[in-house]
């Protein structure tokens, strides 16, 4: 999955902006799905931790490489927010996209590791100073633990999934970040544990001198 800082992509703005005043034939639906681990799906190393919490990170979608288990890796947190963001002034499609029930089960939004599911398609995301129609989809009341593995795909109506021939670069750009509950070190832990032991101590031995 390619993934590029949102801030280089300010001049593609300008070009698609100018693209977007055609007409619109109709509207991409994309679906979000986050889940717990699938076992038909392969499992790598390497996971989520390349961009800091609350930093915005773009991709293209769908494509094949989200066809895997991902990873809660090197973030620090327990992750309990997953915001997810459509950029259609940036992609490769004229028409109109926006978040939707794909999958035909009357909501918007596939998770069985978050409770709420909140759809914004007229939020204007900003981003160092410069600001994008980027339709947004939240997700909270739950918590992917640092360490464990996790789905995280969209459904498209029309399917865009780009052919195995052709690679994982999907004609829609889609963003995202999260943000979470952060872990102590284990070192941080045993010093924590250490301090409070020295307490229970002192004030065991202060007891018997009085």
Known sequence: MNT??????????????????????????????????DPN?????????????????????PDISGQQNFLNEDTGLDITTIEL????????????????????????GISNLFANIEVDNNFILEDSGEFF???????????????TRFVAQTLTEPDL?????????????VGG???GITIPEPSTILALVSVLGFGALFNNKSSQKT
């Open 4 to 37: 590029k800082n949102i801030g280089t992509l300010i001049a593609s703005a300008v070009v698609s902006s100018l693209l977007s005043l055609a007409p619109s034939a109709a509207a991409i639906l994309v679906e979000p799905v986050l889940t717990t681990p």
């Open 85 to 108: 963001f459509l950029f259609p002034e940036l992609d490769e499609i004229d028409d109109e996209v926006i978040w939707a029930d794909v999958n035909g089960d009357g909501q918007i």
């Open 177 to 179: 970040r999260y943000d």
């Open 133 to 147: 129609q980027a339709p947004r989809v939240t997700f909270t009341g739950g918590v992917i633990p640092l360490g």
């Open 41 to 61: 799906l392969p499992s790598f190393d390497f996971g989520i931790g390349v961009n800091p919490p609350r930093t915005v990170l773009v991709w293209n979608a």
């Open 161 to 173: 999934t780009a052919p195995l021939n052709v690679g994982d670069a999907g004609p829609l750009l």
